[in-house]
């Protein structure tokens, strides 16, 4: 599976952006799917995830209702529409697919990686 991230780029705090990953190689309508970010001198962390059905998402604290995680299967794309902006989001940001059963929010469990895309917050 090839996952390619791209929507990212330069924004005033208070606006929004919708982040794409698109999967390629494999469908991954099955699998669970993730942002993470990983910002300068930082851990890379859980942003968001998504099961195969889109039925259930889960946020991270800093995240929660500013954030939403949906996904198209048919596309075989997931999306992160970030609204309200803060400078502290800034980060790269990665998608993830993992091909395993139950919730998935550890960065380890996750098999494939996209290469991710420069999220700049600026005041």
């Known amino acids: 599976v090839q996952l390619q991230a791209c929507g990212g780029g330069l924004v005033q705090a208070g606006e929004s952006l919708r982040l794409s990953c698109a999967a390629s190689?494999?469908?991954?309508?099955?699998?669970?799917m993730g942002w993470f970010r990983q910002a300068p001198g930082k851990e890379r962390e859980f942003v968001a995830a998504i099961d195969w059905s889109g039925k259930y998402t889960y946020y991270s604290d800093s995240v929660k209702g500013r954030f939403t995680i949906s996904r198209d299967n048919a596309k075989n794309t997931v999306y992160l529409q970030m609204n309200s902006l803060k400078l502290e989001d800034t980060a790269v940001y990665y998608c993830?697919?993992?091909?395993?059963?139950?919730?998935?929010?550890?960065?380890?469990?996750?098999?494939?990686w996209g290469q991710g895309t420069l999220v700049t917050v600026s005041s």
């Open positions: 993830a697919a993992a091909n395993r059963a139950g919730v998935v929010l550890n960065r380890y469990e996750y098999d494939f």
């Open positions: 190689g494999r469908a991954v309508s099955s699998y669970y």
